[in-house]
Protein backbone atom coordinates (compact mmCIF):
# COMPACT_ATOMS: atom_id res chain seq x y z
CA UNK A 1 0.00 0.00 0.00
CA UNK A 2 1.45 3.27 -0.85
CA UNK A 3 1.26 6.32 1.13
CA UNK A 4 1.08 10.11 0.26
CA UNK A 5 1.27 12.48 3.54
CA UNK A 6 1.04 16.42 3.40
CA UNK A 7 0.29 19.52 5.67
CA UNK A 8 -2.41 21.32 5.01
CA UNK A 9 -2.16 24.96 7.01
CA UNK A 10 -5.90 27.72 6.66
CA UNK A 11 -6.83 30.59 8.61
CA UNK A 12 -10.23 31.14 9.42
CA UNK A 13 -11.49 35.14 9.71
CA UNK A 14 -14.20 37.53 8.91
CA UNK A 15 -13.99 38.06 5.45
CA UNK A 16 -12.92 41.80 5.89
CA UNK A 17 -9.95 41.82 7.37
CA UNK A 18 -6.90 42.17 5.41
CA UNK A 19 -3.43 40.17 5.06
CA UNK A 20 -1.13 40.99 2.38
CA UNK A 21 1.19 38.55 3.42
CA UNK A 22 -0.84 35.50 3.23
CA UNK A 23 0.97 32.33 2.21
CA UNK A 24 -1.17 29.28 3.71
CA UNK A 25 -0.54 26.52 2.06
CA UNK A 26 -2.04 22.96 0.91
CA UNK A 27 -0.58 19.92 -1.10
CA UNK A 28 1.66 23.02 -3.03
CA UNK A 29 -1.51 25.46 -3.84
CA UNK A 30 -2.46 28.44 -1.62
CA UNK A 31 -5.25 28.61 0.19
CA UNK A 32 -8.40 31.19 0.50
CA UNK A 33 -7.42 33.02 3.59
CA UNK A 34 -9.30 35.41 4.72
CA UNK A 35 -12.82 33.50 5.07
CA UNK A 36 -15.18 32.52 7.74
CA UNK A 37 -14.77 28.69 6.01
CA UNK A 38 -12.84 26.78 4.20
CA UNK A 39 -13.70 23.33 2.62
CA UNK A 40 -11.40 20.41 2.03
CA UNK A 41 -12.04 18.30 -0.61
CA UNK A 42 -11.09 15.36 -3.17
CA UNK A 43 -11.53 14.47 -6.55
CA UNK A 44 -14.60 12.47 -7.04
CA UNK A 45 -13.00 10.19 -9.32
CA UNK A 46 -10.32 9.70 -7.15
CA UNK A 47 -10.66 6.20 -5.37
CA UNK A 48 -7.59 6.31 -2.80
CA UNK A 49 -8.86 6.30 0.66
CA UNK A 50 -7.79 10.19 2.16
CA UNK A 51 -7.96 10.99 5.85
CA UNK A 52 -7.88 14.93 7.00
CA UNK A 53 -6.28 14.99 10.95
CA UNK A 54 -6.36 18.13 12.61
CA UNK A 55 -3.95 18.82 14.96
CA UNK A 56 -4.30 22.37 16.24
CA UNK A 57 -6.51 24.89 16.54
CA UNK A 58 -4.97 28.61 17.68
CA UNK A 59 -5.74 32.16 17.51
CA UNK A 60 -3.38 34.03 16.04
CA UNK A 61 -1.98 37.87 15.77
CA UNK A 62 -4.89 40.28 16.36
CA UNK A 63 -7.49 38.30 17.78
CA UNK A 64 -10.11 39.92 20.14
CA UNK A 65 -10.63 38.50 23.10
CA UNK A 66 -14.13 37.12 22.51
CA UNK A 67 -15.10 33.07 22.07
CA UNK A 68 -14.16 32.33 18.54
CA UNK A 69 -16.06 28.85 17.99
CA UNK A 70 -14.74 26.97 15.34
CA UNK A 71 -17.16 24.08 13.54
CA UNK A 72 -16.51 21.22 11.36
CA UNK A 73 -19.36 20.40 8.89
CA UNK A 74 -19.58 16.97 7.09
CA UNK A 75 -21.75 14.53 6.65
CA UNK A 76 -23.03 11.79 8.82
CA UNK A 77 -24.42 8.23 7.70
CA UNK A 78 -27.92 9.71 6.04
CA UNK A 79 -25.71 12.04 4.11
CA UNK A 80 -27.31 14.80 5.95
CA UNK A 81 -25.42 17.45 7.34
CA UNK A 82 -24.10 18.15 9.99
CA UNK A 83 -22.23 20.76 12.34
CA UNK A 84 -20.18 19.89 14.97
CA UNK A 85 -18.30 22.23 17.40
CA UNK A 86 -14.83 21.35 17.91
CA UNK A 87 -13.37 24.40 19.30
CA UNK A 88 -13.72 27.59 21.80
CA UNK A 89 -11.02 29.60 22.11
CA UNK A 90 -10.86 32.93 23.78
CA UNK A 91 -7.26 34.66 24.13
CA UNK A 92 -7.41 35.26 27.75
CA UNK A 93 -8.58 31.47 28.93
CA UNK A 94 -7.38 29.18 26.36
CA UNK A 95 -5.68 30.54 23.02
CA UNK A 96 -4.66 26.99 21.52
CA UNK A 97 -6.25 23.77 21.45
CA UNK A 98 -4.13 20.58 20.44
CA UNK A 99 -6.99 17.97 18.95
CA UNK A 100 -3.95 15.06 18.95
CA UNK A 101 -4.38 14.50 15.20
CA UNK A 102 -8.68 14.34 15.15
CA UNK A 103 -9.17 12.33 11.83
CA UNK A 104 -12.50 13.51 9.50
CA UNK A 105 -13.41 12.21 5.93
CA UNK A 106 -12.97 14.93 3.18
CA UNK A 107 -15.40 16.47 2.03
CA UNK A 108 -15.05 18.30 5.72
CA UNK A 109 -15.63 22.08 5.70
CA UNK A 110 -13.76 24.62 8.73
CA UNK A 111 -16.07 27.18 9.60
CA UNK A 112 -15.43 30.16 12.34
CA UNK A 113 -19.05 30.21 13.78
CA UNK A 114 -18.64 32.73 16.19
CA UNK A 115 -16.33 35.60 16.95
CA UNK A 116 -13.93 37.47 14.58
CA UNK A 117 -10.40 35.28 14.87
CA UNK A 118 -8.41 35.20 13.11
CA UNK A 119 -8.47 31.46 13.91
CA UNK A 120 -5.63 29.00 12.52
CA UNK A 121 -5.90 26.11 11.77
CA UNK A 122 -2.69 23.12 11.22
CA UNK A 123 -2.85 18.90 10.73
CA UNK A 124 -2.11 16.60 7.64
CA UNK A 125 -3.51 14.84 4.63
CA UNK A 126 -2.93 11.54 3.77
CA UNK A 127 -3.76 9.34 0.81
CA UNK A 128 -3.41 5.74 0.99
CA UNK A 129 -3.08 4.21 -2.38
CA UNK A 130 -4.29 0.66 -2.88
CA UNK A 131 -3.90 -0.10 -6.87
CA UNK A 132 -2.69 -3.46 -6.90
CA UNK A 133 -1.95 -3.85 -3.17
CA UNK A 134 -3.42 -7.33 -3.66
CA UNK A 135 -1.25 -8.49 -6.37
CA UNK A 136 2.12 -7.12 -4.37
CA UNK A 137 0.89 -8.82 -1.43
CA UNK A 138 0.61 -11.94 -2.85
CA UNK A 139 4.49 -11.64 -4.70
CA UNK A 140 5.35 -11.32 -0.94
CA UNK A 141 3.92 -13.95 0.66
CA UNK A 142 5.09 -16.58 -2.24
CA UNK A 143 8.77 -15.13 -1.16
CA UNK A 144 8.56 -16.38 2.24
CA UNK A 145 10.45 -19.39 3.34
CA UNK A 146 8.59 -21.85 4.86
CA UNK A 147 8.40 -22.74 8.08
CA UNK A 148 10.36 -25.70 9.76
CA UNK A 149 9.77 -26.76 13.03
CA UNK A 150 11.94 -26.62 16.21
CA UNK A 151 14.56 -28.52 16.84
CA UNK A 152 14.39 -30.40 20.45
Not at 42 to 47: A, G, P, Q
Not at 84 to 97: F, G, I, T, Y
Request: hydrophobic share 35%; aromatic share 4%; with cysteine.
Amino acid sequence: MSRESHIFVCSLVLPTVVCPDCSSLQRGRALPCHTKSYTFQVDEEDDSDHILALSVVCLTDGAKDECNVVEVVGRNHENQEIAVPVANLKLSCQPLLSLDNFKLQPPVTFRLAAGSGPVHLAGWHRINSSLEDDDLSEEDEEELPPIKPAKK
